[in-house]
């Protein structure tokens, strides 16, 4: 049974201060030796190779080739998976290093959603079936920044001429303060029953800075909407690092976990790259924790996510133990791709919109960032990419590795793989971050938090690396 909680429910709750005080909290601890030798600059490896390390791009004749191959081998067996990059958000999180678009204009709307479409057109174009649409994602970006009822028009004419399973897996991110009945109600009759929300941090002072509010009432009505519509997974997202954060003021988020238990959480580090991100200097190096700071926040989140009952898995998630995610992960049936860690195993990815990344397996692509130009291109009938990578056959084995590391943290030794320096594997096993079995390597729990690291360590294209272009590993 789904408990929905009301506004005196959350005060009352509130005020229990459930939450561990910080005098009692037993830090996980991580080395600061092991902290200082393994917090390195390395991918997430949503993707490999990384982006920044794409040199291989197919001309558009070669990209619709290598999609209609993948797509005749799979779409029967595995469906497709389909990501739609919807840009636009009225205002600007500082945070964020999504490609956005930052307008109050919602004229903006229906072209853009026409340019999506004509985009799905070319690409069914390629297929000599129906698509089984096994996975959907809308993000951004904000979503909910569009209407429900231009949704409704764009979401009507996507699915329309596809196979929608049983079996498939619906989503979206949502911004608590603009996500409404509506939208849920909408998105609810096309078959979401996935939600993420950003959720980042309640400390208001950590929101000043930052430019993300959202109150605990404003969530809490979202979600008991979401749940009361037939929403069966809803995650949070929460970031450690922001501006201004600092221990004593994470419990407020933590609190609000506990309060409406969402099925996922996903807890990751924030990249203060002001050389990047211009709006990021709106506040200085010495507002953002760093060392010690920045691990202790860590290491708070994991502990008190952990005491609420919640299980760590892959990399920067935790799942209650009932959810579907928690489950593939411990019946090794996880997958990851572009969209993050999903049941779904299917070979074709397909990015639809302005920065979209589509993956067909042995080959990915990017689409133009900025709205206008996607938008010209997609109006000449063409694939708006601008960037991909092909890959060898080495990358398709070191690929494997790392996904397999990255969501059953073992790897069996019938990888072929060339490591960057046997040395790397030689220290980690010596500080205990992973072990070996007769048939597999193992990432201990001492070297989970350090996983992007041992990654590294088998991605020949991290030997020239430069320092700065990827976020730490904590």
């Not at 600092?246 to 419990?251: D, G, I, M, R």
Request: hydrophobic letters at 35%; charged letters at 25%; a neutral charge.
């Amino acid at each position: 049974m789904i408990t929905l909680l009301g506004t005196d429910d959350i005060h009352h709750f509130l005020s229990l201060q459930h939450a561990i005080s910080l005098s009692q909290f037993k830090i996980m601890t991580l080395d600061n030796r092991l902290y200082d030798k393994y917090n390195q600059s390395v991918p997430r490896y949503t993707s490999y190779p990384a982006l920044p390390n794409w040199h291989q791009t197919p001309t558009e004749g070669e990209w619709k080739t290598l999609v209609q191959n993948t797509f005749r081998k799979s779409n029967s067996e595995k469906g497709i998976s389909l990501y739609i990059h919807l840009p636009f958000c009225e205002s600007l999180c500082t945070y964020c290093a999504c490609n956005k678009r930052i307008t109050k204009n919602h004229k903006v709307e229906i072209p853009y959603l026409r340019s999506l479409l004509k985009e799905w057109e070319i690409y069914k174009g390629l297929f000599e079936e129906k698509p089984i649409i096994k996975e959907l994602h809308l993000g951004g970006g904000t979503p909910t920044f569009f209407k429900a009822r231009n949704l409704e028009y764009f979401l009507s004419q996507l699915l329309e001429d596809a196979v929608i399973p049983e079996n498939k897996a619906f989503s979206f991110e949502g911004h608590p303060s603009n996500t409404t009945l509506d939208h849920l109600q909408v998105l609810a009759k096309f078959g979401f029953n996935r939600m993420s929300l950003g959720i980042q941090d309640m400390d208001l002072e950590v929101q000043r800075a930052i430019n993300r509010f959202q109150t605990t009432e404003e969530i809490t009505e979202v979600v008991n909407s979401a749940r009361g519509l037939g929403f069966s997974s809803i995650n949070f997202d929460i970031i450690y690092g922001l501006p201004f954060q600092k221990l004593c003021s994470l419990p407020k988020t933590v609190d609000l976990v506990n309060l409406l238990r969402p099925e996922r959480i996903a807890f990751y580090g924030y990249a203060h790259v002001p050389w990047k991100s211009k709006v990021q200097r709106k506040y200085s190096d010495h507002d953002v924790p760093k060392g010690s700071s920045k691990r202790l926040l860590y290491e708070f989140g994991t502990a008190q996510f952990r005491e609420l009952g919640y299980k760590d898995f892959g990399l920067d998630h935790f799942a209650l133990p009932s959810d579907e995610l928690f489950k593939a992960y411990k019946n090794k049936t996880l997958h990851r791709n572009f969209m993050g860690y999903t049941i779904q195993d299917t070979d074709l990815l397909i990015g639809l919109g302005c920065s979209a990344i589509s993956d067909c397996g042995n080959a990915m692509i990017q689409n133009e960032k900025l709205v206008e130009q996607y938008q010209s291109i997609i109006n000449q009938g063409e694939i708006p990419l601008i960037k991909g990578h092909v890959l060898s056959d080495m990358d398709l084995k070191v690929k494997d590795a790392i996904l397999e590391l990255l969501c059953q943290h073992e790897l069996p030794f019938r990888h072929e793989l060339p490591l960057r320096s046997l040395s790397d594997m030689k220290a980690f096993l010596q500080d205990e971050l992973i072990s070996f079995t007769k048939d597999k390597l193992i990432v201990t729990k001492k070297g989970e938090p350090f996983i992007r690291t041992i990654c590294a360590a088998l991605d020949p294209y991290m030997r020239n690396k430069v320092d700065g272009m990827f976020s730490r590993a904590v």
